[in-house]
Structure formats: C-alpha cells, structure tokens
C-alpha cells in the first residue's frame, strides 16, 4: 500500500515541493541562478496542481459484491 | 360456502376486535423500552415501547404531552400508564399513554456502555492509535447506504469543495440485521485493495435501534483494524457511537465528514496563485537586491582601487617623464656650454689663434723652426701666417 501511495499521490507531492520551493526564495539565501530555476520549477509545480484541481467531474465508483459475498471493485484501470 | 350468517365484513371483524381489545385493558401499566420517539408538530408524540421479545405502537396527547416530568429519548426505560386502542383504518393496535416515567438507562443503552467501557480497556479508542487524515486525499472511500441521505449529502459537499476526487461506495444495509457484518466486510474490503486515502463510515441520523450496527463489536474492531484512516459519520450531532469512539476522527454528519476530508478547491487554488506571486516577488527581488549590490560594488573605494594605482601610475609616469627630459636637457645645455667655453679655450691655445694675433710659424724640413741657430744661409724655409703660407730663404746668419 505505501509503495503504491508514493507513485500515485503526487498532488501532495508537488505541494510540499512547491511550498519548500517558496519558502527556501523567501529566504533569499540561494545563488540567482539557482533561484531562477527553482522559480522556473515551482511554478511549474503549480501548473500541475491546479489542473489537478480543475478536474471538474466527480468520479464515483461503486463496490460490488461477488459470489463469495465479498466487496470487490469493478474497476477495469485497476493494477 | 360458508353461512352468509357467519360472514363478517373486515369493518364489522375490527369492530368487534376493537371492543374486545379495548374493554379488556382499559386502563395497564406498563414497562419497556422506549424508541423511534418523534414528537409530531401537532405536539403529539409518537414512540415505541418494546423488550427483548415484543414491540407496541404507542401515541401521547399533546395535553399529556405536557404533563411529563422528563423529556423522552430513545433508549430509556419507562413505565407508562394507558389503553390499548384499535384503529381500525390501519388495522392496528397502540397503547393510548396517559402516563409515564422513566426507569433508568434502558437495556441497549447499557450494552453501549458495557461495550464502550470493555472496547476502551483494551485500548481501542487510545488517542495514540488515531492516524492522521491525508491532506490531500485523491480516492476517499464510502462505506453507507446506497439509498440514503448520508451517500447524496456526501457527494455533494465533495462536488462543491474538490470535484477532483474519486469516490468509491461500498454499498451496505446501515441498520437491521446483518448491516454490521456488511459495514465491517466493506472497511476490511477497502484495506484489501489498499486503493482509498481515507474512509468515511456512516449514516443519517436515527433512533438507537437505527444506530445500533456503529455500536456494534465488530464494526469497532473492523475500524480499528483499518491502515487507511477512517472519519466516523453516524447520526446527527448528539448521537455518540462506539464506532465515532474508535474511528480517527468523528464528524458529526455525513456532510460534515465529507468537510473534514478534503480541503476547499477553491482556498488551494488562491493559495497556488499566492505562493506564484510570492515565487515571483523573491525572484524579482532578490534579482533587484544583486543588481543594487552590483552597482554599489562598481562605484565602491576598493573596486576602483586598482584603476587609482594605474591612474597614479600613470601620472607619476608622466611627472618622471617631464622630470626627466628637463634633467636632461638641463644637462644638455651645460654640456653645450661646457664644450663651447672649451672650444675657445681650445681655440685659444691653438697656434692658429696665435697666428691670428702676429705670431708666424717658420718651417724647414717641415719641422718647426724654434731657435734662430738652426737656420744657416741659404736654406729654404717655410712661413706661416694665419691665412696661408709663403716660402723664403735664408740670406745669411741671424744675430743673437
């Protein structure tokens, strides 16, 4: 389960880089063009958030039960 | 066929039911527990009293509704005085209550307390064991009814505030029996496929009995059991379930669960758009600042240094320089002085300069002539004045 946590759940990802990002500019303690790229990186993090965000449709699934009774996802992406 | 005499109607039968009913318990005492207690808005109050065996309907007036010492909740135990009505639209048969007091906790309401008080000495509802909600959940799991409120309150809190999740629903019965078995199969079923963030466990609000399968052992044990962190959602605000107890984090309503798991679309969206500008003011400044320390470094003392020396130099190049040609031709004029007074000097001691005042030069031989006994008559001599020579000769001796 954590192994498949840390492919997928990039959204928390790129936000805590994107804040350490921020934070270590405000700071102004990196060389320029060090800066310029973390610039050029965050706001490209920030890009990728928000349209992460902008997905506009809820995706609702269902569990369903087999023959055994047991839950089970009918989920065709399903690795 | 049966005697046409012998055929009652359905109207006629209840008629007579409810005369036998009623003349038979006019006026009982009775105890049990009370549930589904709704208080209508005429005033009226209609509830359930029933045990471990039997159920009856009962209804209170709304002017002895007025009269009672306690307000009435589910679960408590009662003892209430009144008669059996029929109603014959219905067909059925309620207790018609005059009276009433309670007797104390009633019996589910002490199997909640005996399973709390057990479920917390063996720590499951230790504060230590609680797990931390994701922040930013991608795949929230549902574990309720298909058809009730809690699923569509659900759905629509997490449509407004973070449309970009995925919902999975388990559907489960959430009341009667068999729901626990059901809602403690779907947390497990969830931990099985590892896929939700988190779980919301719930329902809607209802009595006791409605609640009951949250109160359960094996729901308890079920949300305790689960890696992924489960936000407990049963009832409406008051109502308290063990499962609230052991999930991670209780929220009062469905709705509000579905607040607590996910954050606002649209507050992370300002905040990506404030930390942009805040990317951009550091960069911008910082820039600015190095730009400001350029150029005071350009005009500063120690940077212009060198270029001093080299001016210095250079000046001090040009002083030697000047200095130097007058030294030299302070000397060069003393040296032409020099060799002038020389040169007359020279000139001076020269014999022509001496022929120049009257002296001659006499040569014989081409040897000068100093003494007047080295001539003898007859010799040939030579002359010479300042401006040329002429030859002679020697006539005869010369007299000292």
């Known amino acids: 389960m954590t192994a498949k946590k840390s492919t997928r759940n990039t959204f928390e990802d790129n936000l805590r880089r994107l804040e350490q990002i921020v934070e270590s500019l405000e700071q102004g303690s990196v060389p320029l063009d060090k800066a310029v790229d973390l610039y050029e990186e965050g706001i490209r993090l920030s890009r990728a958030c928000a349209d992460r965000l902008k997905e506009a449709e809820l995706r609702i699934k269902k569990l369903s039960k087999n023959l055994d009774g047991q839950f089970q996802l009918n989920d065709p992406d399903k690795e | 066929m049966p005697d046409d005499a012998k055929v009652l109607t359905v109207t006629e039968l209840t008629r007579r039911i409810k005369f036998s009913l009623e003349s038979s318990f006019p006026r009982v005492w009775i105890q049990g527990e009370l549930s589904n207690v709704k208080r209508h808005t005429s005033g009226h109050l209609y509830f359930t009293l029933k045990d471990a065996g039997a159920q009856i309907s009962a209804v209170m007036w709304r002017s002895r509704v007025g009269m009672l010492p306690f307000s009435p909740e589910d679960g408590m135990n009662v003892q209430a005085r009144g008669s059996i009505t029929v109603y014959p639209p219905r067909g059925n048969y309620q207790i018609d209550v005059e009276q009433m007091q309670p007797l104390g906790i009633g019996e589910l309401q002490l199997a909640f307390e005996r399973l709390k008080q057990k479920l917390a000495d063996e ?5 230590a064991h609680k797990k931390p909600l994701p922040e930013f959940p991608e795949r929230i799991g549902v574990v309720t009814s298909e058809t009730g409120a809690a699923i ?30 059901e809602i403690a ?11 939700p963030d988190v779980l919301i466990v719930g329902r809607g609000g209802g009595s006791l009995e409605d609640l009951w399968p949250f109160n359960e052992e094996i729901v308890a044990r079920a949300i305790y ?14 109502d308290f379930s063990i499962a609230d107890f052991v999930a991670d984090l209780r929220a009062p309503t469905p709705s509000a669960a579905a607040e607590l798991v996910v954050r606002d679309r649209t507050e992370l969206l300002d905040t990506l758009r404030n930390m942009c500008y805040t990317m951009h003011d550091s960069v911008t400044a910082r820039a600015e600042t190095l730009r400001e320390r350029m150029r005071s470094l350009v005009s500063s003392y120690s940077f ?19 200095s130097l040609s007058r030294s030299f031709s302070r ?12 040169g007359h ?7 022509r300069g001496v022929l120049k005042r009257g002296y001659a030069l006499v040569r014989h031989d081409d040897r000068i002539v100093s003494s007047a006994r080295a001539l003898e008559p007859g010799d040939r001599a030579a002359i010479e004045f300042s401006d040329g020579t002429v030859p002679a000769r ?3 001796d010369g007299t000292p």
Request: proline fraction near 6%; glycine fraction near 4%; aromatic fraction near 2%.
């Open chain 2, 225 to 238: 059991a689960s890696r992924i962190p489960v936000v407990s959602a049963v009832g409406h605000e008051i």
């Open chain 2, 345 to 351: 000097r020279l000139e001076a001691l020269s014999p």
């Open chain 2, 331 to 342: 000397l060069q004029e003393s040296a032409h002085q020099r060799q002038e007074a020389l």
């Open chain 2, 304 to 322: 212009n240094r060198p270029r001093d020396v080299v001016r210095e130099s250079i000046q001090r190049l040009d002083e030697l320089d000047r």
């Open chain 2, 185 to 195: 199969d779907a947390v497990e079923a969830f931990n099985r496929s590892g896929r």
């Open chain 2, 152 to 181: 569509q309150d659900i759905l629509s809190v997490l449509a407004r505030r973070m449309p970009s999740v995925e919902v999975i629903l388990a559907p489960v019965r959430v009341q009667g029996a068999g729901a626990a078995e």
């Open chain 2, 394 to 396: 020697i006539e005869r």
């Open chain 2, 123 to 127: 720590g499951l509802f230790d504060p």
